[in-house]
């Protein structure tokens, strides 16, 4: 059984398919980078990174600010 181990990490990785581009197709219209960005400030704060956390705060204000000269428009 401890020789078949070996062989079932192995093989539990593979894909079944290769990745095509409509896997990943992002729609600019309908993707709310405010959220994307308040989520990964979440994960920075609980991961203790405050590199990201710089990071991704900045870009989320940039966009807090862009959507409000929007709404504003």
């Known amino acids: 059984m401890l020789k078949?181990?070996?062989l079932l990490f192995l093989?539990?990785?593979v894909a079944m398919?290769?990745?095509?581009m409509s896997?990943?197709?992002?729609?600019?219209?309908?993707?709310?980078w405010a959220e994307v960005y308040r989520m990964e400030?979440?994960?920075?704060?609980?991961?203790e990174d405050l590199?990201?956390?710089n990071f991704?705060?900045?870009e989320y204000m940039k966009e807090r600010i862009k959507q409000v000269k929007?709404?504003?428009?």
Request: aromatic share 8%; net charge negative.
């Open 4 to 6: 078949l181990l070996p």
């Open 11 to 13: 093989g539990g990785c």
């Open 17 to 20: 398919r290769a990745p095509s």
């Open 23 to 32: 896997d990943t197709a992002l729609e600019e219209n309908t993707r709310d």
């Open 41 to 47: 400030i979440k994960i920075a704060v609980e991961n």
């Open 51 to 53: 590199d990201a956390y």
């Open 56 to 58: 991704f705060f900045e």
């Open 70 to 73: 929007e709404s504003n428009k």
